[in-house]
């Protein structure tokens, strides 16, 4: 289990979130430019190295009412993965993103090295994405969804 400095150092190697000090020692992360109203990434990060990231629009993760997890036990590796894709999922959309699935429906998928991919229905299809880069077309969302799992990748959003 880490500790706080150690918890608190990689928390803080996030640029996009900003410090603040709440009561008993405990420390909270926002992200300004959440498109939620969801501002608190990390939440109550105590002395004793309890603490919660936001998980509410990630799938994966046992998440309280609050879309909270609590990350006492998380490893180094664990904590980077779920605060990424926590900022990603309250994250506005690219240029990217905006210009390839437009109004269709779309999916998010993120591996351990915070690259992401997109999922778009398009006309009976399921096309992956890279950036503007089409990566793969699928027949079916089961085809498209085992082509991302075989590749390491999870649903963000």
Known sequence: MLNFNEKLSIIE???QLQRKNVSLGRVNFQFADSV???????????????????????????TDAKGMVNIREFSAEELKQIIHESIQS??????EEEAVAGDAYEE????RDGQTLLLVEEE???NVYAG????GTFNSY??????LDEEGFQLLS
């Open 13 to 15: 190697s996030f640029p």
């Open 36 to 62: 939620s109203e969801k501002k608190n990434i990390v939440y109550h990060l105590h002395p004793n190295g309890n603490g919660f990231v936001y998980a509410g629009e990630l799938a994966g993760y046992p």
């Open 90 to 95: 309250l994250s506005p959309r690219t240029v």
């Open 108 to 111: 998010t998928w993120v591996n």
């Open 124 to 126: 009976d299809m399921w």
């Open 132 to 135: 503007l880069n089409l990566d």
């Open 142 to 147: 089961g085809e498209a969804i085992q082509y």
